[in-house]
């Protein structure tokens, strides 16, 4: 019976991007599904920050509350993966979800997210989203005047360590893998008072679960309390390379920093009928920036089908006698 039901929209993705967008569309009117993998980027965190009117939630309970409201509205939520996606011959698009039911829409809005691609360094991963960080505006305030090392893993390593200098004037670059420093950076680190680690490090001391400090390889340590370092942002796309996306890298001083759907101000893709909202577009988004992205893309998707609902009722022949 799935297969045979027709939504204006489904929504990939349950994060705020997906959740706005869902919101929007259901306050206009539409008929939306909204898939949720349950793999929101922010899970791991214990709080969530710049949201006003939310400071200082939990994600969980964020996503909680947003879910209510979007249920108000007549949007249908299911708990499930995308396994496949594609048009199908009659023009609409055809969702594979990993119980094997096939949904379709008239068009489809992807607000998957992205993946962190953290630095292949032991206990990294571990500590990811509690004492390793890698935004200030996210996480800055709360590990404010604390010792924070910076691991370098590119140039950018450089512009975090000076950024997060605001926050704190414990601050340490660990050159790790980054580029040899030049006379110019090195200026710029001492201007802020960051002091420079030279080596590549080994490990983090989480012997004992929190953050304890930071091994390098020759086996000299330095003692910090919370650790920054630059993922690779990637776009969050399984199960969705039968749509044909175009993609593309995004560079940040001289460094690539992941990669990104294409997508115009309003979300269009290079798919026609395809939408993309909040990170799996713009990979430095926060997330009220990718709620209000998923406001503008919902907008801009409600138009596009009256569009093709008022050509097609105007090309439609004329009924005699109404």
Not at 55 to 62: K, L, M, R, T, V
Not at 84 to 108: I, Y
Not at 148 to 162: K, N, R, S, Y
């Amino acid at each position: 019976m799935e297969h045979h039901r027709i939504h204006d929209v489904i929504v990939i993705g349950g994060g705020a991007a997906g959740l706005n967008a869902a919101l929007t569309l259901g306050r206009a009117r539409r008929t939306v599904l909204l898939v949720d993998a349950g793999r929101q980027r922010n899970a791991p965190a214990h709080s969530m920050h710049n949201y006003l009117g939310h400071e200082g939630i939990a994600p969980a309970d964020f996503l909680a509350l947003a879910r209510q409201e979007v249920a108000r509205f007549g949007t249908r939520a299911v708990d499930a993966t995308v396994v496949a996606a594609k048009r199908a011959e009659d023009g609409l698009f055809e969702v594979v979800l990993d119980d094997d039911t096939v949904v379709r829409a008239r068009r489809l809005l992807l607000a998957t997210g992205l993946v962190d691609e953290l630095p292949d360094v032991p206990g990294v991963a571990e500590r990811w989203a509690r004492e390793v960080l890698h935004c200030p505006y996210c996480h800055g305030w709360e590990v404010r005047e604390e010792a924070i090392g910076v691991l370098a893993t590119g140039p950018v390593g450089v512009e975090q360590a000076l950024l997060w200098s605001q926050w704190s004037d414990e601050i340490t670059l660990f050159s790790h893998t980054g580029p040899r420093l030049d006379d110019t950076s090195r200026a710029r680190l001492a201007a802020r008072d960051v002091r420079v680690v030279e080596g590549e490090v080994s490990h983090l001391d989480v012997s004992e679960g929190p953050l304890r400090g930071v091994v390098l390889s020759d086996g000299r340590r330095s003692d910090v309390g919370h650790l920054v370092v630059a993922p690779r942002f990637t776009a969050r796309l399984d199960g969705l390379g039968g749509l044909g996306l175009e993609t593309t890298e995004l560079h940040l001083f001289g460094q690539v920093a992941g990669s990104h759907v294409v997508s115009d101000p309003q979300g269009a893709t290079s798919v026609a009928g395809v939408y993309a909202a909040g990170n799996v577009t713009s990979l430095t988004e926060t997330v009220i920036g990718a709620a209000a992205a998923g406001l503008k893309t919902a907008a801009a998707v409600n138009l596009d089908l009256i569009t093709e609902d008022t050509r097609r009722a105007v090309a439609a022949p004329a009924v005699p006698g109404v």
